[in-house]
Every structure is written in structure tokens, then in C-alpha cells.
């Protein structure tokens, strides 16, 4: 009995004394200006998406020291330009009366602010309209007229409609003046005052007295703003990644046609079939390998419709199945035929997202990217600065990848997960609790 423990002991040493997991290929970071640093980004190709752990656990950006540096991992976005409204900082505007009920506010821009677009005027009012212009001005002495009539309006009485902005044509102008004509409304009141003379039950004489009532437009303040254009982040990209092979086989038994995909671990959410059968309509289920023990069995992960209509002018076509993003290399999709023909399948396009690593680069320094270590844990870096950078619109710099390149495995390494996963440790093991089993089982009869 002792001798099974320390058999088992032996097996088990070998753990304490693993080294480093081994990163079995290199490919150098291709950065097309390396003079000054840069937030890179380098995206992912299919190589290394064959050859990385599926939580890219495995992944390293190392620099010619061979030290860590930390980078984030991203779906890559795609872009689309956007206009911000921007405030312009003027200064304290100076207000004067014109005429009865009209008034002049004199704006100014402070010295460093930018050239305004348009302006909005900031008021409490309800239910109201008003027409305003504005005038402009380079120096302070010579006015243009930029806006004659522009309108601003709350129409809150009737729906929740609101306007108080005034956008200005393209202009150079730091001084502008906006002239109010009417600042006081006349509106009639809501509620009218009815005299009524009566004789008996004939009405002599009736009398409606409708209330005006005089209300000042308040203004709270003006703003002043211009549009600023930028570049930012839209929508997950998604990206076609060929198969490797697939295989289709007829079940006539259930009526079905099994289709086997072989991919290299790319990042998909989806298949794309085409399909030579003009007109069809196809439950189809999508299936992946699950090692349970010792057995492997198939899991569902989706279900689909797959469907095509071609008559006349009538076009209709959907022939993609979608799922949960997976990384694997073996996928079967199902399709239930019931009484009808198999289908005539001719290509198979798998769809995904792609990834992207997200870094620092120092001036003057190479880096490498580095995976393929099935032992590898997955890293915690600190990414908040890089973060803060992309949420600010802060471009990347697009990097390249080089060719693969073999690392040697270091000599005493030593693949504990492999070992544990494998039969021959199984085998071992239960062999050892057999021995055990039977020792104390003759223990057992001796002292009987």
C-alpha cells in the first residue's frame, strides 16, 4: 500500500516543479513608426486564431527584453464620423431695449474660443413663438446681417414639440448682436368672462369679454456652440472567415442531412449557406462537440430557419443561421428534410467578429506577439489609461504581424493538463485505487 501512495506521489511531483508555460510561436509586431509612442493596434488573423486558447488566455505582447506589456483585448468596430455640439465660451452678453417690446443682446467671444455655428436661446417659457435675427461681425464696427427670421417656438399646449436654437451659415465672426422685435407677447387667455341679459326666459342681450394678457419673453441665458466632426466607434464589425472543409451525409432513416464543418477557431456567430435548390423551406440545427468524461457528444447551441423564394419578380432569401459566438473547429449543422429532397449545398461562409490587441508602444522598441501554451492562465492587466484614450475618440495606430516564427520548447518542460486529461493517467490512477482496493480487501480477510 505504501508503494501505490509513493507511485502516486512520483506522478504527482513533477507538478510542483513546472516551469514557465512554453509560448511555442512568435510573430514580430510590424509598427510603421516606431519614433514616438503610440497607442498600437494589432488585429488578429486566422493563424493565430488557430493556435490560441479559446479565451485567448495564451496571448502575450512581449518587448525585445522579453517583458510583459499590457494590452487590451477588443472586438474591433467599425467607424462612422459623428458631429458634436460643442460649447464656445463668450462673454457676459450686454442687453438693450429697442423701440416698445423689443430688445438687442450683444454677444462676444472670449479670445481662445472657436468660431460658433449656431446658437440657442435658453428660455422657461411655454407656448410661445418668436422671430429673431442676428447680425454679425469680425471686428465690433462693421455688422452683416446672418439670420433675418429665424423662429423659435414651444408648441407644449398642443404637443411636445420644441425649438430654440438658431443655426448660423459658415462665418468668421466674433461680436454678434440678436434682435428680439416682439420680447413681449400679446396672447388671448383661456378663460373668457360671458354677460348674458335675460327677459323671462328670452335672452335680450349677450356680452364676451375676452382678457389679454401681456407676457414678457424671459430669457435665461444664450448659448453659444459650434459642431466639431469626429471619428468614433459605431458597431461590432463582422468578418467572413472561409472553412476549411465540410461534408454532407444523408440520414434516410430520419430524414435528415448532416452537414460536417472543419474551421480553424475563428470567432463565429454564424454560418451562410449558398444553396443551388431554387425554392425551400428548412429547419436546421446547429451542433458542437461536448467532451463529457469519455465521451464525446454533440450539443445543440442553435436552431434556424433556412428558407428561399425565387418566382417571378418574388426574390426572397435567408439562408444564415446564427449563434452564440464560439471558438472550436468542428461544427455540424442539421437539417430536417422530413419527406422532401435534400438540398443542394455549394459553399459554406462562417461570419464573425474579429479581435484586436490594444497597447502601448515605447519610442525605439520592438515588440513581439507571443502564443500557443495550453498551460498559459489568463491575464490581468491594467487597462484603465487605455480606456480613457479610445472613449475620448484617441486614434490607434494599425499595426501588422510578421511571419510565424517556431519557439523551441524548453527542455525539462512539462504539460501537467495534458498529463491529467490523458488516458494513460487515468488508466494509472485507477489501476493504483484497484491495488489499494484489494491490499485493504486482503488486510481485511487476514484478520478474519
Known amino acids: 500500500m505504501r508503494s501505490a501512495f509513493a507511485l502516486l506521489l512520483c506522478l504527482l511531483l ?14 514580430d509586431i510590424i509598427n510603421p513608426d516606431n519614433s514616438q509612442q503610440t497607442l498600437l493596434a494589432v488585429a488578429l488573423d486566422t493563424a493565430v486564431y488557430a493556435a490560441t486558447n479559446a479565451d485567448f488566455s495564451d ?19 467599425g467607424r462612422k464620423a459623428t458631429v458634436r455640439r460643442v460649447p464656445s465660451r463668450g462673454e457676459k452678453p450686454r ?19 472657436a468660431n460658433i455655428d449656431g446658437l440657442s436661446v435658453l428660455t422657461t417659457l411655454r407656448d410661445f413663438e418668436c422671430l429673431l435675427a442676428v447680425q454679425g461681425s469680425e471686428d465690433g464696427l462693421h455688422w452683416h446681417p446672418l439670420v433675418d427670421n429665424a423662429l423659435i417656438y414651444d408648441y407644449s399646449r398642443f404637443m411636445n414639440v420644441t425649438n430654440l436654437d438658431v443655426v448660423l451659415p459658415v462665418n468668421s465672426d466674433r461680436h454678434f448682436k440678436v434682435t428680439i422685435a416682439g420680447a413681449i407677447k400679446t396672447r388671448e387667455a383661456e ?4 354677460t348674458r341679459t335675460l327677459q323671462g326666459e328670452t335672452e335680450l342681450q349677450r356680452t364676451e369679454t375676452t382678457e389679454l394678457q401681456h407676457r414678457p419673453l424671459h430669457i435665461e441665458r444664450i448659448e453659444l456652440w459650434h459642431n466639431q466632426t469626429e471619428t468614433v466607434a459605431h458597431a461590432q464589425q463582422i468578418f467572413d ?20 464543418i472543419q474551421v480553424q477557431n475563428q470567432p463565429l456567430s454564424g454560418f451562410t449557406f ?15 462537440p461536448q467532451k463529457q468524461g469519455m465521451e464525446t457528444r454533440m450539443q445543440s447551441v442553435a436552431r434556424a430557419t433556412l428558407q428561399s423564394l425565387h418566382f417571378k419578380e418574388i426574390n426572397r432569401e435567408d439562408t444564415h443561421i446564427r449563434f452564440a459566438e464560439l471558438r472550436r473547429q468542428h461544427y455540424r449543422i442539421t437539417l430536417y428534410n422530413q419527406d422532401n429532397p435534400p438540398l443542394e449545398l455549394e459553399n459554406i461562409i462562417g461570419s464573425g467578429p474579429g479581435y484586436q490587441v490594444v497597447f502601448f508602444a515605447q519610442p525605439d522598441q520592438h515588440y513581439q506577439l507571443q502564443y500557443g501554451s ?3 492562465a489568463l491575464p490581468h492587466y491594467d487597462t484603465a489609461a487605455i480606456l480613457t484614450l479610445l472613449s475620448n475618440g484617441y486614434q490607434t495606430v494599425v499595426a501588422g504581424l510578421g511571419p510565424e516564427t517556431v519557439v523551441t520548447a524548453p527542455p525539462n518542460g ?21 491495488l489499494v482496493l484489494g491490499w485493504s480487501l486482503y488486510r481485511v480477510s487476514q484478520r478474519l
Open 274 to 288: 449558398k444553396i443551388a435548390t431554387p425554392n425551400f423551406n428548412r429547419q436546421a440545427e446547429v451542433f458542437i
Open 14 to 27: 513533477p507538478v510542483g516543479y513546472a516551469e514557465e508555460a512554453g509560448y511555442r510561436i512568435s510573430r
Open 59 to 77: 496571448l502575450r505582447v512581449r518587448d525585445a527584453t522579453g517583458v510583459d506589456t499590457p494590452y487590451l483585448l477588443q472586438k474591433i468596430a
Open 191 to 194: 378663460l373668457m368672462e360671458l
Open 241 to 260: 472567415y472561409p472553412v476549411t472543409a465540410f461534408t454532407v451525409s444523408q440520414d434516410a432513416e430520419h430524414q435528415t442531412s448532416q452537414i460536417d
Open 95 to 113: 442687453l438693450e431695449k429697442q423701440g416698445e417690446d423689443g430688445i438687442v443682446i450683444n454677444l462676444d467671444l472670449k479670445p481662445d474660443a
Open 374 to 376: 495550453s498551460r498559459a
Open 414 to 434: 512539462f504539460d501537467v493538463i495534458q498529463l491529467i486529461n490523458s488516458n494513460l493517467f487515468l488508466g494509472v490512477v485507477i489501476g493504483l485505487m484497484v
